[in-house]
Each structure stands twice: as C-alpha cells, then as structure tokens.
C-alpha cells in the first residue's frame, strides 16, 4: 500500500484490519519474523499509527484471543435466552461453527502452528476455552455425564479440528468450515441418541 494515499478508516476498522493482517502475516512468515512495522506497511498507517491500538504483537493476539473469548461468552447469553427445546444444542453448536470466518480460522491455524506462544498467553488463551466449557455444560444438561460432556464439547471444537486435519491438504475455508458442520452435526446426533 502506498503510504502517501492514506486509507480513511475508523479507529475499530483499523483494530480489525490490523487483527487481519497480523494474522496473515503471522501465518505466511512466521510470528518471530513479522514486525509491527510491517503490520503497519500492510495497512498503509505508520508504526506510530499501528502502536496507537496494540503496543505489541502479543497485543495484537491477545486482543484476538479476547474477542472469540467474548463470542462465546455472548453465544452462552444467548442460549440461556432461548426457550428449551430439543434442538437448541444443535443450533447453539452450529451458530458457533458457522460464525467461523477466514480470518477465525487464521486464528486458529495461528494457536497451531505457535504453540510456545500461545503457551505464553495461557491466561487468555482460557478465556475462550472457559467460554466453551461453559457452553458445553449449558447445552449437554446439568445431568449430563462425562461421555455427554466430552461429545458436546468435541461438536464446539469440530472446528479446531477440521482445520488441523486440512494441514498439508489443498481445502479451502469454505470446505473446512463445512467439512467441521458436517463433524458437529453428527457427534450432536451421537449425543440426542445416547
């Protein structure tokens, strides 16, 4: 991008773009070698522009980690306000699976392919795994036992693994994200003839 054409964008388009192109960045050279100054090439802004919304790269990851962890948080509130029924754990795993986005699942290849990084934001990196387990014991029933459990919470993470399966294959986003539906859908019908 040339940075004497600025692009005129709001400070939450530039958090988000930023987020974007992070993680692309992270993914095609690696986290150790992409810089933020190189983040901010991307986008067009100056490092002092970038800096303004994330001091630094781990910044950039938490503030990711943070968001999934607070869809998940909004995805309990709306289950809870859903009326009982036999299907609202299908449509509480689904709505999860299909709010999947590229850039989700950069995300998610990102938390692969770095573990030592990850390791080293462990507290936030809870924060989504505490949204899904809350989740998970919502939907399976407060009489659920540890099989129910275990099935419920391999449905939310179909999409984990759909990803990580596709490693070294040529999918494409949409076939990873269906291929993970097509997986949720059917460890929840595991689970309602159980």
Same mark, same amino acid.
């Given at each position: 991008?040339?940075?004497?054409?600025?692009?005129?964008?709001?400070?939450?388009?530039?958090?988000?773009?930023?987020?974007?192109?992070?993680?692309?960045?992270?993914?095609?050279?690696?986290?150790?070698?992409?810089?933020?100054?190189?983040?901010?090439?991307?986008?067009?802004?100056?490092?002092?522009?970038?800096?303004?919304?994330?001091?630094?790269?781990? *910044?950039?990851?938490?503030? &990711?980690?943070?968001?999934?962890? $607070?869809? @998940? /948080?909004?995805?309990?509130? +709306?289950?809870? !306000?859903?009326?009982?029924?036999?299907?609202?754990?299908?449509?509480?795993?689904?709505?999860?699976?299909?709010?999947?986005?590229? *850039?989700?699942?950069?995300? &998610?290849?990102?938390?692969?392919? $770095?573990? @030592? /990084?990850?390791?080293?934001? +462990?507290?936030? !990196?809870?924060?989504?795994?505490?949204?899904?387990?809350?989740?998970?014991?919502?939907?399976?029933?407060?009489?659920?036992?540890?099989?129910?459990?275990?099935?419920?919470?391999?449905?939310?993470?179909?999409?984990?693994?759909?990803?990580?399966?596709?490693?070294?294959?040529?999918?494409?986003?949409?076939?990873?994200?269906?291929?993970?539906?097509?997986?949720?859908?059917?460890?929840?019908?595991?689970?309602?003839?159980?």
């Amino acid at each position: 991008m040339n940075m004497s054409e600025p692009v005129k964008r709001t400070g939450s388009e530039t958090k988000a773009e930023a987020q974007s192109v992070a993680l692309e960045l992270f993914i095609t050279k690696g986290y150790e070698a992409t810089s933020l100054r190189e983040i901010a090439e991307h986008l067009g802004i100056s490092k002092a522009a970038l800096y303004y919304h994330f001091k630094s790269k781990e *910044d950039i990851v938490k503030s &990711i980690v943070s968001a999934r962890g $607070n869809e @998940a /948080t909004e995805l309990l509130a +709306w289950a809870r !306000s859903q009326e009982p029924s036999p299907d609202l754990m299908e449509r509480t795993v689904l709505r999860w699976v299909d709010s999947t986005s590229i *850039d989700k699942l950069r995300g &998610i290849r990102f938390m692969v392919a $770095n573990p @030592a /990084t990850m390791r080293n934001m +462990w507290e936030d !990196s809870r924060e989504i795994a505490n949204g899904l387990e809350a989740l998970a014991t919502f939907v399976a029933g407060d009489k659920a036992d540890g099989k129910r459990l275990l099935l419920v919470r391999m449905a939310f993470m179909s999409i984990n693994s759909a990803v990580m399966a596709a490693g070294g294959m040529q999918r494409t986003d949409d076939e990873i994200v269906a291929a993970a539906r097509e997986m949720a859908i059917a460890l929840i019908r595991i689970v309602c003839e159980s």
